[in-house]
């Protein structure tokens, strides 16, 4: 059987050193592989998403799976994208476009070390709490909203989304992607933390698809459109928002963990 040897990355998204931030596997593809094969890797790689990328002349396709299921939008590991294609494959223009079957036109601006996710910002209804939620946490929520892809549940302080200690298995039956819980921050506009056990990740570390809901909601509630955020997860990461009209601009670093070759 003929060995096919693939160069992947993985990169610390939302970070400005190892160790911190969302870890996302990146593969630059000459064309897809079937999807099965997608799957395996991301699998295998056992992070919370693996980014595959297909250049198309000047713009590129993208797609993310996490390890257990394709996923319709990612913000890190498209940030973890653009740190691939902006570092190692001498692209020289200052915005990288993407295309995502699912989420239609996204881009990747570079100013320095500094890279800028621009994303369609999502539309959220306020909700009753479903049966998994309530039984899930411990605190109620003050409010929950419900978006494209995930619930939203909002707290009252920091330390009730640093305290949270949600049942997993009871959110694995929660139908939507995962659940955001936020509340104001003391040094920041808002923190967050995000859960997705039915999709293989338990808590994500850094989730910049989840700030596409986030920003909306607290540019509302906090009436400015410019915010600073952080993700209170272990490893922690730290974003700047803007909300421009109908789309989202995410701001954050990248670094490089490793570079090597997968064979398959």
């Known amino acids: 059987m003929k060995v096919r040897k693939q160069k992947m990355y993985q990169i610390d998204a939302f970070s400005g050193t190892v160790f911190g931030g969302n870890p996302a596997a990146v593969c630059v593809l000459e064309d897809w592989w079937p999807d099965e094969l997608m799957q395996s890797v991301a699998s295998e790689n056992n992070l919370s998403e693996t980014a595959f990328v297909v ?41 990288i476009s993407f295309y995502s079957r699912h989420s239609g036109n996204l881009s990747v601006t570079k100013d320095k070390d500094l890279l800028t996710l621009d994303f369609p910002a999502d539309n959220i209804t306020e909700v009753e709490p479903p049966k998994e939620i309530v039984d899930a946490f411990d605190k109620s929520p003050l409010e929950i909203y419900k978006g494209r892809m995930d619930y939203l549940l909002l707290y ?72 600073t955020a952080q993700q209170l997860s272990q490893r922690k990461g730290a974003l700047t928002c803007e909300l421009i009209g109908d789309r989202v601009k995410i701001s954050g670093k990248a670094v490089t963990y490793f570079i090597g070759d997968i064979y398959i």
């Open 55 to 95: 250049q198309r002349e000047k713009d590129f396709e993208i797609r993310w799976f996490t390890p257990m299921n394709e996923e319709a939008l990612c913000g890190h590991a498209t940030l973890a994208s653009a740190h691939v294609i902006f570092n190692y494959y001498e692209y020289t223009e200052d915005t």
């Open 156 to 227: 009252e302080t920091q330390e009730d989304i640093e305290q949270s200690k949600p049942n997993l298995h009871i959110l694995k039956n929660v139908d939507a992607r995962g659940v955001i819980i936020t509340a104001v921050g003391k040094e920041v506009d808002f923190v967050s933390r995000f859960f997705a056990p039915g999709c293989g990740v338990e808590e994500d570390p850094v989730t910049g698809s989840a700030h596409t809901t986030l920003t909306p909601f607290w540019s509302k509630k906090l009436g400015k459109t410019k915010l």
